[in-house]
């Protein structure tokens, strides 16, 4: 007889009865509700209702949207102990669903997924275990490799803090060497990249330092739907009306978990099917999305090398065109080396502008203040005299207070959803357009810089010119 128990361990052995019996049956196969009794013994009352949704839920997709429902609650309200083993448990019944691949991504298993993210949040040993043992011997030899992708995350992450907690002490010792070896281990820890795509190539030119530019930039574009067509066909036509020199992205070239390879078919929905029609070189950045999966960087680059259209030659590098250097950051991932790059490549500029752009914002209406990058990136910023930061992340136009001489302009998106902002009463807004989508033009000449954002149908929202005196 099988009695509930407050432990969820002790509970969770009584349904690792069940799952045992049930490994050799499918998915999809109905259990007995005596059965689905035991395994909901494991949650706590107030998520009873939830698991029994999940247990009678007809599709996969209903499956996995309410693990995911049932994970969110659980570390909502602190009892993420108790959810944990019952998930396990449903990983071990085989009764996980199973998302169809798109395109070329392989089949994921929520049940590895939100185990690994409760596992992450909480430190639990028992559910790490749990995905040492998928990895090693479950029978789905799929759901083995998703939980050695998932033990390769959750040990990146560790490291990651390991680090930290190094860079600190070198950072109070004021030690450069320590930092720029600690910030390749950052580098090499956090990503698949071998070292030699980290460094960066020396600064290069696009345009004379002469000539004037006009210069596109787009970013939540990779979508393939039909704003995104809107937004290239409004590019193409201002193109043809006033020429570009070149284009930039501002990362999220993927809105959803980045290219598995350079041959991933997606990149002709999202890239070759509207930007080459421009015939002008792209130089571009990476976003979160694009570090969705651990091969979505090196697939970007690797593509970068054989298409014409795209320039990504490192997660970050710099190059002049006109009289503006650009310097292109890696906001997903921001080392130590790369912050000793950026000092170093600002410190030997003599543009006469000087332009960094990457995804994450600093500054926001939608989510917020990004302390991370205001701590540690807009001070090399304002100590080196730039000019402007550009970026994308938040969907939807922005022009905000300058902080310490430095610009803040955020692009619109060109293919993800237009947003509207969060923060009421956002004292640093100096335009915002919400729930447009479009793209930056953005001209320079030796006296004056204009960024003009520009909606999906071609209507200018808003233009700003800076002049010699700055």
Same mark, same amino acid.
């Given at each position: ?10 509970? @969770? ?7 045992? /019996? ?31 949704? %999940? ?14 429902? +049932?994970?969110?609650?659980?570390? /909502? ?7 944990? &083993? ?45 995905? *040492?043992? @998928? /990895? ?5 030899? #799929? ?7 998932? +033990? ?13 907690? !190094?860079?600190?002490?070198?950072? /109070? ?19 698949? +990249? ?7 190539? &020396?600064?290069? *030119? ?36 006033? &020429? ?5 992205? %501002? ?8 290219? $598995? ?5 997606? @990149?002709?929905? $999202? ?20 570090? =969705? ?23 970050? $590098?710099?190059?002049?065109?006109? &009289? ?14 790369? +912050? ?12 006469? @502008? ?12 939608? #989510? ?27 969907? %939807? ?9 430095? *610009?803040?302009?955020?692009? =619109?998106?060109?293919?993800?959803? =237009? !947003? ?46 800076? =002049?010699?005196?700055?």
């Amino acid at each position: 007889m099988i009695t509930r128990s407050r432990d969820p361990r002790t509970c @969770w052995l009584a349904a690792l009865c069940v799952a045992c /019996a049930l490994g050799a049956t499918a998915a999809a196969q109905t259990v007995p509700s005596a059965q689905d009794e035991r395994l909901l013994s494991i949650l706590p009352a107030g998520l009873q209702d939830v698991g029994a949704e %999940l247990l009678r839920a007809p599709d996969p997709v209903t499956q996995d949207g309410l693990i995911r429902k +049932l994970a969110d609650q659980a570390l /909502a309200s602190m009892v993420p102990l108790q959810v944990g &083993p019952f998930i396990v448990a449903l990983g071990d019944a085989q009764r996980c669903p199973e998302n169809s691949p798109a395109w070329t991504r392989p089949q994921t298993f929520p049940c590895v997924a939100q185990v690994a993210a409760i596992a992450g949040r909480t430190g639990d040993p028992f559910l790490r275990q749990a995905l *040492e043992r @998928w /990895a090693s011997s479950h029978a789905d030899v #799929r759901v083995a490799d998703q939980a050695l992708r998932a +033990l390769e995350r959750l040990d990146a992450a560790h490291l990651t803090m390991l680090l930290g907690k !190094r860079i600190d002490l070198a950072r /109070a010792a004021e030690d450069g060497a320590a930092l720029g070896t600690l910030g390749r281990a950052q580098e090499r820890v956090g990503s698949r +990249l071998p070292r030699f795509w980290w460094q960066p190539p &020396p600064r290069f *030119e696009v345009a004379p330092s002469s000539k004037r530019i006009r210069v596109v930039a787009v970013g939540d574009f990779g979508t393939g739907n039909p704003s995104q067509k809107a937004v290239a066909a409004a590019m193409l036509q201002y193109h043809k009306a006033h &020429p570009f020199d070149f284009g930039i992205t %501002l990362g999220d070239n993927y809105q959803d978990d980045g290219p $598995y390879g350079p041959e991933d078919p997606r @990149w002709q929905t $999202y890239w070759t099917g509207h930007y080459p029609a421009l015939g002008i070189r792209f130089y571009a950045s990476l976003g979160n999305h694009d570090w =969705g999966n651990p091969d979505g960087p090196g697939a970007s680059m690797a593509f970068a090398r054989q298409d014409g259209t795209l320039r990504l030659p490192s997660p970050y $590098y710099t190059y002049t065109a006109g &009289p503006v250097q650009f310097f292109v950051i890696n906001t997903p991932l921001v080392s130590e080396a790369q +912050l000793q790059w950026l000092r170093e490549e600002l410190a030997a500029s003599t543009s006469r @502008w000087r332009v960094v752009y990457g995804h994450f914002q600093m500054y926001s209406a939608l #989510r917020g203040d990004n302390q991370a990058l205001i701590s540690r990136v807009l001070p090399i910023l304002q100590e080196h005299r730039v000019h402007m930061y550009l970026c994308v992340h938040e969907h %939807l136009f922005q022009h905000l207070r300058p902080e310490g001489g430095v *610009e803040f302009f955020v692009n =619109g998106a060109a293919g993800g959803s =237009g !947003r509207v902002a969060r923060q009421q009463g956002y004292d640093r807004v100096l335009f915002m357009a919400e729930r447009e989508q479009g793209f930056t033009v953005l001209e320079a000449d030796a006296e004056t810089m204009t960024v003009r954002f520009v909606g999906d149908g071609g209507r200018t929202l808003y233009e700003k010119s800076f =002049g010699r005196e700055r």
